[in-house]
């Protein structure tokens, strides 16, 4: 909101310096978002009448004009403007006279032809207004006034306020000049409008359909109106307040808006149907050309102000319709003013997508205990065209909100704000802003909430305004206390050690695409039709929710290996999605994490599963061999801690790789998150470290190829009991040298015993041990 600091003073004597002005503004948070000074430098512009425009030979964009200004000597100047004609008034700079921005008129030629001054356009004169052509002066300044004197300009300072939400009072100059004055020790008053009535009886009938959306209805009839241009000083007001001046009547409504924060309506009561008005919803399929020519379709939701024929002549609280628009031949008037409920204003201002400065402020409230003043201060405006006000005024009151007394206790506010104020000092900030308060009892107030702050409803509202008036910067900074810390719970920090050991195993952390195609998961071998399907999706071909991780880290190996780049280890942690079980309505919806590593066999992958059981302290757990959809059929294992399977590790099926081009083994991962954190972990064990030498002994088993490596090496752990102090595979060989459906797993056994060096009968003992554990168990032959 624009504010010219002027027009302040018409309530409160305010006489101090602009930046102590703009610190309490802030202060009160109002927050300035500009500021610009206006009036200033326009010693030596002054009126002057457009006698003679003529060309200039080898001049196409600039013409040769004489103006008078008020000396009878004709003054020429060089112009490239082309918005005026001969008989306009314009300012003219004089030689001599420095503008607003610095520019220093002197007298020069341009094409030969001399330029004693300049024309000046609104921006030039530090005026609002654009650059777009000359400032056009209206008929009644006598050529040589001076343009501060014709405009009725003074040296003024205009603020743009940031206004919000919750201060529909501060949309108004009277409601900001309140706040100052209560917050600088000022008197404030709104003064009374002097109106006088005429005594013929002349009224526009009112008729309200829904009281709830119109809760308070006026009409007042003016009469013997003249429309023309607006004083010089209240057109000048509005252009600083950023509005374009239009005629008397229009400004004189629109001056109201702004100072008192009530939007009025003129009606041309000519041509209104039987003289009335009548608030009613809209009917379905509707139409209105409203007041900027535009045609607005109507939802039966919008409220609508109708003529006494029912014809829609307006949309309430919003804009009026160009049917009934004040125009040159407008001789009577019907005034509007009203309450509207602010919840249906914005509804409609929404679904229309059209906003005004009436929606504006009845969107946040308008009061409605004002709109008498509101009438008065427009009749008074428009009194000297010759307006006169014709009785009775016409009113109907529909359902206002009601605004029971708040009780406030001084020991809450002291507790919110950390302040140590008395009943007293409370009610001396909230006196003078309208919130009267009575004292019931020691320490508890009770206050009346005034009508034009329908935002305030509760005790916190209240000592929102005591905060306010008080001063935020004079309340001491504390630093709250709480007996709860911020940081991460069990779950959160379980899955950081997660990413954590995978980063730390030369992985990287990707991210892929949530929904996916149907192509995507067959090329995974996954089955589209067991997928979660999306009724709205963002591209219409990946409608599914993601079954799994692999699609996304198999085709982001694919995109690597497209760009020649091989090896590549990557890791996700996300969502996958499946259908509800049975009695569910909702998908399956689990955390999993995943790793594949491009170039790795499946021992590369049961490698990072032991590096993950070891940071998690599992100690309930075994890999079983398995099969599972998008993997080898005979590289696979079951992921089963404390009983439950968890997730799958191996390698990515072939066919998968085949399918995405990609020419290396793919060690495959991928574990159910949320199940595997359930289950119990972080039992750190500790054990004794062996002082004496250790044997390493290998041993290579033939097994068949559904056997699991890991299975073997368990195998082995628990048959060498405590001489057997580590078990690791280093080879797989399928070949010749062994028997088809069998492969070969070579695996480095250390000994070591924690109370003396092993003998060589004492590991050739524990060696013999291993290897019947191993025949007995997986139907192994030792290889020699």
Known sequence: MRLPLSWLRDFTPLDLPVDEVVATLNDLGLAIESLETVGEGLEGVVVARVLEITGIPGADRIRAVHVDPGTGTPVPVVCGAWNFGEGDLVPLATVGTVLPGGLEIKARRMKGAPSQGMLCAPDELGLPGSHDGILLLDEGAAPGTPLSEALGIRPDVVVELEINANRPDAMSVAGIARDLAARLGLPFAIPDPKVLFDDD???????????????????????????????????????????????????????????????????????????????????????LVTLDGNERRLHGDDLVIGDAADRPVGIAGIMGGASSEIDATTTDVVLEAAWFDPLSISTSSRRLKLRSEASARFEKGCDWAGIDRAIARFCELLAPSGATPAGPRTEVVGRLPERPPVAVRTARVNQVLGTDLSDARIAGYLDPIGFTTAVVAEGTLDVELPSWRLDSSTEIDVI???????????????????????????????????????????ADEAWSATFVSSDDLDRCLLDPRAAVVVTNPLVAAESLLRPSLLPGLVGALAGNARRRQTGVALFEVGHTFRRPPAGQQLPHEIEAMAYAAAGRAAGEAVTVWHLIADGLLLSDWSLEAATAPGLHPTRTAAVVVAGQ????????????LAAHEIGERVAWLELDLGGLLAAPHGDRRYRPVSRFPSSDVDLAFEVDDATPAA?????????GADLVADVALFDVYRGEQVASGRRSLAFTVRFQALDHTLTDDEVADARHRLVEAAEAAHRATLRS
């Open 645 to 656: 399977t968890v997730g799958v590790v191996g390698e990515a099926d072939p066919v998968v």
């Open 711 to 719: 299975a073997v090496a368990d195998t082995l752990r628990r048959a």
């Open 464 to 506: 929102e305004e005591v905060a306010r008036l008080h001063g935020y910067r004079a309340i001491a900074p504390t630093l709250p206390r709480s007996p709860f810390t911020g940081g991460l719970t069990p779950y959160q920090r379980d899955r950081r050690t997660v990413r954590q050991i995978l980063a730390g195993a030369g």
């Open 201 to 287: 009886v002349c009224s526009a009938s009112v008729e309200v359909d829904d009281p709830v959306g119109c809760g308070r209805f006026v009409a007042q009839v003016l009469t013997g109106v003249t429309v023309g241009p607006s004083p010089a000083w209240l057109a000048h007001r509005l252009t600083l307040a950023g509005m374009r001046p239009i005629n008397n009547v229009v400004d004189a409504s629109n001056y109201v808006m702004l100072e008192l924060g009530q939007p009025t309506h003129p009606y041309d009561r000519r041509r209104l149907s039987g003289g009335g008005l009548r608030v009613r919803r809209a009917r379905p399929g509707e139409t």
